[in-house]
């Protein structure tokens, strides 16, 4: 009966954990540049304790962790020259406190000094580690598809400026990245060159959450947590019965 209760819970603690991944893709549906996440699972096995049956094993449910899906989110066209999608394989490298982040989310801004940085005010760097800052004299900013910048100083071509080139990276292992606030990522790993980048101006990767599949998802975890309620129920009503057995008969 105990190896029944120890069951039912390791099942339990596995789908409570698989709700807050579920809930929390959710909750992200509409943000920029966000890859839904799920838990991945599998079976621990350890012998019973006793000595009499040998040959048995305890089968636990073990979360051991998640999978992000890196597929392209849908691309929502918006028209401000500020907003860049990566088409494929990718990401922005940002300056933070905390050191240089990642991200999809390419719905940038320019901060008062001119600064291209992001919605939480950190900047946005280039290919070679720079921020990129604009004066109030350039206008038609232009992000060609492999992220070079240029701008123009009076509406012509022949007063085109290259301000640099947007710094895009991608890492052998997209799984070994870490989700921090503010939509960011961080990661151990050396950055890596983007082979084939296209960048959209103009646009953004929405999430790619499907909120149907997290729905259905979130019911069929519901239903193996009931499931495993009514193990858990069923071992306790078999304790109280031997309990009141052995009470009775003493």
């Not at 009966?1 to 954990?17: E, F, V, W």
């Not at 990401?91 to 240089?100: C, E, L, R």
């Not at 997209?174 to 646009?203: C, F, H, I, Y």
Request: aromatic share 6%; net charge negative.
């Amino acid at each position: 009966m105990d190896n029944a209760i120890l069951i039912g819970l390791s099942r339990q603690s596995a789908m409570m954990r698989q709700m807050s991944v579920i809930a929390n893709n959710l909750a992200n549906m509409n943000t920029t540049g966000y890859k839904s996440a799920s838990m991945l699972f599998d079976e621990f096995v350890m012998p019973t304790a006793s000595e009499a049956s040998p040959d048995k094993s305890l089968s636990f449910v073990q979360d051991y962790g998640q999978f992000r899906n890196v597929a392209d989110g849908e691309m929502q066209q918006t028209g401000n020259p500020l907003d860049v999608a990566i088409s494929g394989e990718g990401f922005f490298k940002i300056q933070t406190p905390q050191g240089v982040r990642y991200t999809r989310d390419g719905h940038f801004q320019l901060d008062s000094t001119g600064q291209l940085v992001t919605q939480d005010g950190d900047p946005v760097l280039t290919d070679s580690g720079s921020p990129i800052t604009f004066s109030s004299d350039e206008s038609q900013i232009t992000i060609a598809r492999d992220g070079t910048i240029t701008t123009t100083r009076d509406g012509t071509a022949t007063s085109e400026q290259v301000r640099g080139k947007l710094g895009l990276v991608n890492f052998a292992n997209a799984q070994d990245m870490k989700s921090e606030a503010g939509n960011l990522l961080s990661t151990t790993q050396a950055e890596q060159p983007v082979t084939s980048v296209r960048v959209l101006q103009g646009s953004i990767e929405g999430s790619n959450v499907k909120p149907i599949i997290e729905m259905t998802n979130m019911m069929d975890v519901m239903r193996s947590y009931e499931s495993a309620q009514k193990l858990l129920d069923a071992a306790d009503d078999m304790r109280h019965q031997a309990i009141s057995q052995i009470g009775g008969t003493a």
